[in-house]
């Protein structure tokens, strides 16, 4: 990932909050005809290695699973982000020396990839996955709720995967290239807007 110096994120701690916040990851694996992306549900196991292990699962029927991977696999995790417009910039109304841009969160964590049949550990990670996000319901459903048979059959349908961190990288573009000025513009246009995830995004500019 491309990071200039104003936007890299070094912070481990940061870096496993976004990965713990984000509800959909993408796995990307380099293989020898070409490069294959699955959008996952993923977890992060903090107590494992000393970057943490990421744990998941994909359909047995994808084809990302057997195709062999060249070097480490990729998963990326979005945190927030929101579109900024030049009106919000008060170098705008100075020079018109300005143009649009996105502020976002980015971690991309690297790491050898291992993906696995085994019921039992199947078992193990779509439960610890269900509790996950079922943990802030106020009636959660939880895995044992179905009739035991019936999770057999469907982890019969799924590969689990296993990715010890190796290395990770952390991106926060929050307009910290800009002047004060021009982030105090930015702060108040998404702070004002009608998009939920604009005013998400408000609070982290740094002003």
């Known amino acids: 990932m491309y990071i200039p110096p104003a936007f890299r994120d070094d912070d481990r701690e940061s870096l496993k909050a976004t990965i713990r916040s984000a509800r959909l990851a993408v796995l990307v694996t380099a293989t020898a005809e070409g490069p294959l992306a699955t959008p996952l549900p993923l977890l992060l196991d903090e107590n494992e290695g000393e970057h943490g ?9 994808n084809p990302q699973w057997r195709a062999p991977v060249l070097g480490d696999g990729l998963a990326v995790f979005m945190g927030p982000d929101a579109y900024v417009t030049p009106a919000w910039y008060q170098t705008k109304q100075e020079t018109g020396k300005v143009v649009p841009t996105w502020n976002y969160i980015a971690v991309h964590a690297h790491g050898p990839i291992e993906f696995f049949e085994d019921a039992d550990r199947l078992l193990e990670v779509v439960t610890r996955l269900t509790n996950l996000h079922e943990g802030g319901r106020s009636a959660p459903w939880a895995v044992s709720d179905a009739p035991a048979d019936f999770i057999q059959s469907q982890l019969k349908g799924i590969v689990g995967l296993r990715m010890p961190i190796m290395k ?26 009608d998009r939920p995830s604009d005013r998400e995004v408000a609070p982290l500019i740094p002003v």
């Open 53 to 61: 292990v990421i744990y998941g699962h994909v359909a047995k029927a």
């Open 168 to 193: 990770l990288e952390g991106k926060r573009k929050m307009s910290q290239n800009r002047n004060a000025a021009d982030r105090a513009g930015v702060a108040s246009g998404l702070s004002s807007s």
